[in-house]
């Protein structure tokens, strides 16, 4: 049943990011061309010399590419945050609550549904933003040249002396997809579960569930600000940090990215479990579609 949650779900938010998912990628193409990726290549300078009217105009549909790659980018991200939202309220907390919450499944599924179809969105957004910073890069560099870096021996000796300082790197980037993931969907459910909070209020629904947000990030900043003093004052992570010091560095930032990103991952981990609970037991307990 989660599955065929996840499908509709995929279908409803494709319906309206695909478009733009496609705008964004054709737009680049443009960018490669002959806007943003151009600038950095003389290429057209040089075709156009001496032919001041055709430069001209090249010049126009350069800056007018431009401003409409960053148009589409700001809407590409807009519109993915827009659009998540609205489907968790609208199929939650709306009128289309009263089907979803009759069907045989329980609550806290319906929330996995709406969370994971939205962080998927959410990393094809990302990615997609990658694959046009990524057409721009080729474009400014050129095709060749573009190839040439990427494949040059000085580029992956880089890579390889970049790796060979931190040999635990595959643990670490491993911590960090982890991280990423968990960072991600703890964002969506502070945004869930604040519009849940807001939704218990009778009146101003939509006001309330950003005054929830707001509290519920000045609380989460408080505490974290609170921890940070008393373990900045704790004597065991005085005498680790005084033990790090004293080795190389080839251990030392490993060990320091390490603690970072398991510390980071519990943090994130407990606030994603707070969110995911808390709006499963408004939404068990205390639902209003009034």
Excluded at 82 to 107: A, H, N, S, W
Excluded at 112 to 120: I, N, P, Q, R, S
Excluded at 229 to 244: E, F, T, V
Aim: with cysteine; aromatic share 12%; proline share 3%.
């Amino acid at each position: 049943m989660f599955r065929k949650l996840c499908k509709y779900e995929f279908k409803s938010i494709a319906r309206t990011l695909v478009p733009i998912y496609l705008a964004v990628i054709a737009i680049s193409i443009i960018n490669m061309f002959m806007g943003v990726g151009s600038l950095g290549n003389d290429y057209y300078d040089s075709l156009l010399a001496g032919i001041g009217f055709g430069k001209s105009i090249f010049n126009l549909i350069e800056s007018l590419s431009a401003i409409a790659y960053f148009v589409v980018l700001v809407a590409l991200t807009v519109l993915t945050l827009i659009v998540i939202i609205q489907r968790f309220y609208k199929g939650l907390l709306c009128d289309e609550g009263y089907l979803m919450f009759t069907l045989p499944v329980k609550p806290w599924m319906l929330i996995a549904a709406k969370g994971t179809t939205g962080f998927v969105m959410s990393l094809a957004s990302a990615l997609t933003a990658i694959i046009s910073i990524f057409l721009l890069c080729i474009g400014a560099f050129g095709p060749a040249g573009f190839i040439n870096a990427v494949t040059s021996p000085q580029f992956w000796r880089g890579v390889h002396e970049i790796s060979s300082l931190i040999p635990s790197w595959p643990l670490l980037a491993f911590e960090f997809i982890i991280l990423v993931i968990l960072a991600g969907l703890t964002r969506l459910y502070h945004i869930y579960f604040s519009m849940a909070l807001g939704h218990l209020s009778n009146k101003h629904r939509i006001m309330m569930s950003v005054v929830a947000y707001i509290a519920v990030t000045m609380i989460i900043n408080f505490i974290s600000g609170f921890a940070m003093i008393i373990l900045g004052n704790s004597p065991i992570l005085d005498s680790l940090g005084r033990m790090i010091e004293t080795l190389p560095d080839s251990k030392s930032i490993p060990i320091v990215i390490n603690m970072v990103f398991m510390t980071s991952i519990v943090i994130t981990a407990t606030q994603l479990a707070i969110f995911f609970f808390g709006t499963n037991r408004i939404l068990s307990k205390n639902l209003n579609l009034e």
